[in-house]
């Protein structure tokens, strides 16, 4: 139960830092460090990362 | 070089000896009476589970009771203070708005999983839908299937509301990537109800005896800030 409330966190931590909050630009350029982020995490991450490149933005 | 940033809070909110990413020391970046909490790195820190904690960490030692920060979603980059400082005086009056409407509170959040597997269609089923009759047939399953999970995410949210709407400022919602039938709401509290709330929040868990809820929170307002 500890293990699920954690990963939970964890994921809604994940959530939010990478898919809400206030952008100051136009961009959001959010590269892998590695693949040590949760499932839902890098789901958010892969979308942020597909939406960019299909709008033409690169790093 | 470039920077960072964290959060914008009232000008003369001092990070103090706050550090960020990478444990750089975290900077405040001023004007329009705004600051910018930054720091500053070679390049763009690439996303992390470690950098996600330090970024919502750094966030977090802005607030207090008096303030809330405006959370800055991970992943920007300004070239120079300057870039920072030309962006605080774009936003600032939506910031200063925020600013005004976040002093005291917090973000908290509810997430609604249901339990059991979700209906799938039989294997092949719609591959054989070699025939326009059954081919339509099978739309008009999906359609329903949608239709109901969005009635049923609708009546939970409704229950939601009537339950924590006296001590909520603000909600937002929406379902779950991962399942449609799964619902997520965000409430702007009050940092004094954050503990009436969470016991509202657990009742009403309780009630809804078709999922596993769970209370998250408090959390600096990244719901409210986008």
């Given at each position: 139960m500890r293990g699920e409330d954690d990963q939970l966190s964890l994921a809604e931590l994940v959530n939010r830092v990478l898919d809400r909050g206030a952008v100051i630009s136009g961009d959001v350029v959010i590269s892998v460090a590695?693949?040590?982020?949760?499932y839902v995490g890098l789901r958010v991450l892969l979308s942020s990362v597909e939406s960019m490149r299909a709008r033409g933005v690169e790093r | 070089m470039g920077l960072h940033p964290y959060c914008i809070t009232p000008a003369g909110h001092a990070p103090g000896d706050a550090t960020g990413l990478g444990g750089m020391p975290v900077v405040a970046v001023t004007a329009a009476g705004l600051a910018a909490w930054a720091s500053e790195h070679a390049e763009p820190v690439p996303a992390s589970v470690d950098a996600v904690r330090a970024h919502d960490a750094v966030i977090r030692s802005a607030m207090t009771p008096h303030v809330t920060p405006v959370p800055l979603r991970f992943g920007q980059w300004a070239a120079s203070p300057a870039v920072l400082r030309e962006r605080l005086v774009e936003h600032a009056a939506r910031w200063s708005a925020l600013l005004q409407e976040f002093a005291g509170a917090v973000e908290m959040g509810l997430r609604f999983d249901p339990l059991g597997p979700a209906a799938t269609p039989a294997p092949g089923a719609r591959a054989r839908a070699a025939s326009g009759r059954a081919y339509m047939e099978q739309l008009a399953a999906r359609v329903h299937d949608r239709d109901a999970v969005e009635r049923e995410r609708t009546r939970l949210l409704e229950r939601v509301e009537a339950a924590l709407g006296d001590v909520a400022l603000r909600s937002v919602s929406g379902a779950s990537a991962e399942d449609a039938r799964a619902l997520w709401v965000a409430h702007l509290v009050r940092l004094g109800r954050a503990a009436e709330y969470r016991r509202l929040a657990n009742r009403t868990g309780q009630e809804e005896a078709g999922y596993r809820m769970a209370v998250t929170g408090p959390w600096p307002p990244y719901s409210f800030a986008s």
């Open positions: 590695g693949i040590d982020l949760v | -």
